[in-house]
């Protein structure tokens, strides 16, 4: 007989995990493109990045896509074109997992 997950159990196989925190501290559109100031925050095109708190320009909270990677302070979002104007504010965390396994399906077939 098949085990069924747990919700704890299925919460702990998908929590994503992040990197340490980046201030952000600009907002702006300009050519269907929204580039994120953050000093220094060393990320990547593709990675994916969880924005919040940030003031005016609330669009630019959530999950998004790196596009590119002008300068070391800054970095375009995939998936969004326009913004409001940005009023202060956010922090930026690079989303370092979200499962603890490559292959969660694997996992999940272990509880069988």
Do not use: R, W
Not at 50 to 67: C, D
């Amino acid at each position: 007989m098949a085990k069924h997950l747990t919700t704890a159990e299925l919460s702990t196989l998908l929590t994503p995990t992040f990197a340490a925190a980046k201030t952000i501290s600009g907002v702006a559109a300009a050519s269907s493109v929204v580039t994120v100031t953050a000093t220094g925050h060393g990320f990547s095109v593709g990675d994916v990045v969880a924005q919040y708190g940030i003031g005016g320009a609330t669009e630019a909270n959530g999950p998004f896509i790196v596009a590119t990677v002008p300068t070391a302070n800054t970095y375009t979002l995939t998936g969004i074109t326009a913004v409001t104007n940005y009023t202060s504010g956010g922090s930026a965390k690079k989303v370092t997992a979200v499962c603890t396994d490559k292959n969660p399906m694997a996992e999940i077939k272990n509880y069988t």
